[in-house]
């Protein structure tokens, strides 16, 4: 493959007692759905923080294009192109969906340094942002929280997309979803990879994985223990690589 | 199969061409909480003019409680931005009196009751400052020292309340310059009682503030979720010392129409605004729960206790009354956010 687009290298993080990163790598390529999977306390949030700027590593590098960055805050990583969907999705319940959309960027009408919000504008950028990724939203200008599980979803992602020129990470982006709403979630991922953009899938559902990353990379006590191409693994072979039972790589 | 149409759940109407605007318009008008203050507040009217037909609901009757109403309506304005944030201020009516005084104590040594329009503007500015600069210290309080506000403003109450009292030694100064008397205090323009005039055009300026502006809509999205604010860049900090310092500043400027009005600094006579303050804004419709709150429901809500506490006088009944009543409905009010928030939301 060509030059990776985001790469950790040998990253280390300690809480106290505890080695959540212990020379962990990764590395996500331009244009794939990778999947991120270990157990619970493998290590999976602590990388991802580090990889979207929430938290420094003690030690390690961070690598954008092949070029170390260092960032001291999620606006940082921003300004890199990298986006996160929360698993709490981050959103304001009680306003709408094209506000929170546009949360902390509004667009404003007459004399700018009034701030007068263009609510019609964010509306209509809302509409259409939504419609591009093929989301159906009977209002825009409900309530998020008056919006199912789904829904809030769709605008996270929507929300993420908007900003995200490169990469979105996405934690546990089910977890909270039925079944049907799980398919559309798993839609919106495979579409914001169609637009160019590269997903980061942070997840436990194996079938799930499977179903829509293109690669998969495992990480377990800290370390990344297996990477595959999606199409040629099974269910088996990932859980081996999350438990233990297989390492393919040595770091 | 993973199509738009396997993940929908609602039945969907385009948004680009809303069907049936009329009965939605209708629906919206119904649901919203300011329909109802709106019906209480008729209620309310009705009952006492019946019972009283020649007193009240008069044209005389009616201004004299908009003038009444003025200081608690300039406190319920700050009061909304500081509860949409899931905030509280309990010091508002301590902070009005400690403005005052800071003024009175000023007109009191440049010219005292002779003073000059140009001593009386100085006065007001010095009035606004204080207030703004409590405020803004409560808000450094709440948001960086991570004080609840109820702490936060319950010791803000208590400096504000001693600092009058130390300053007046305890005793109200009423050497308050005529001019300003008889401008703010009882004069009106075309008419209408400046005390109307500043209350009702500060509700309809800071009312389009909260609904239309950044700033109104960052005070909505901290109240309802300050994570979420704070992941898309939101300085939350700086912006909830803005607005307690906009709530301190206002109780400022109402600490100058109180003094005008009364010609007297009235140390003792607010020890419950604060009860009535947030009464009217929960009763409003804002969610101490933060996130929810409009300035129509903050103006009407301000005159059921107004109009309450003028009904008893008719009545007649015992005026403390009011209090056991206010706090009643502020009870009632809360319970019934409750409920409300339970049957909508599903976070």
Known sequence: MSEPLLEARDVVKRYGNVQALDGANFTAYAGEVVALIGDNGAGKSTLVKTLSGVIRPDSGQVLVDGKPVSFSSPLDARSHGIETVYQDLALAPDLDAAANLHLGREIYRWWPPLHVLNKTEMRRRAIAAFADLGVELPDVTAPVGTLSGGQRQSVAVARAVSYASRIIFMDEPTAALGVVQRERVLDNIKKVRDRGITVVLISHNMPEVLAVADRVEVLRLGRRVARFVAADATIEQLVGAMTGALTTEES | ?347
């Open chain 2, 1 to 347: 199969m993973a199509g738009p149409a396997a993940g929908q759940e609602a039945p969907h109407t385009s948004s680009r061409a809303p069907v049936a605007r009329g009965p939605r318009l209708l629906r919206r008008t119904l649901a919203a909480g300011e329909t109802w203050v709106f019906g209480a507040l008729i209620i309310m009217m009705a009952v006492f003019t019946v019972k009283e037909p020649g007193k009240f609901l008069t044209i005389s009757d009616l201004s004299l409680n908009a003038q009444t109403a003025a200081p608690f309506l300039l406190m319920a304005i700050g009061e909304t931005f500081v509860i949409i944030t899931a905030g509280i201020d309990l010091s508002v009516g301590f902070v009005l009196v400690l403005c005052g005084v800071v003024a009175g104590e000023y007109y009191q040594s440049n010219g005292g009751a002779n003073a000059g329009v140009g001593t009386i503007w100085v006065g007001v500015l010095i009035a606004l400052a204080t207030g703004g600069a409590f405020g803004a210290l409560q808000g450094v309080a709440v948001a960086k020292l991570k004080i609840p506000p109820l702490i936060a403003t319950l010791m803000g109450l208590g400096i504000a309340e001693g600092l009058s009292e130390l300053i007046t030694g305890g005793h109200d100064l009423s050497t308050v310059p005529n001019t300003l008397i008889s401008s703010i205090g009882t004069g009106s323009f075309a008419g209408v009682q400046w005390l109307i005039i500043i209350s009702f055009l500060a509700t309809l300026l800071f009312g389009l503030i909260l609904a239309f502006t950044r700033f109104g809509e960052y005070t909505y999205a901290i109240g309802s979720n300050p994570e979420a604010a704070l992941r898309v860049g939101i300085n939350v900090d700086w912006h909830l010392i803005k607005v307690y310092a906009l709530a301190g500043l206002l109780s400022g400027l109402a600490g100058i129409l109180n003094l005008a009005y009364f010609s007297t600094t009235t140390i003792s006579g607010h020890p419950l605004d604060n009860l009535t303050v947030i009464t009217a804004v929960v009763i409003g419709g804002a969610s101490l729960f933060g996130g929810r709150g409009t300035m129509l429901g903050t103006f009407l809500g301000v005159f059921i206790p107004v109009l309450l506490a003028t009904g008893l006088i008719i009545w007649p009944a015992n005026q403390y009354l009011q209090y056991i009543l206010t706090g009643i409905v502020l009870g009632a009010a809360v319970y019934l956010d409750q409920i409300r928030r339970r049957l909508r939301e599903r976070f």
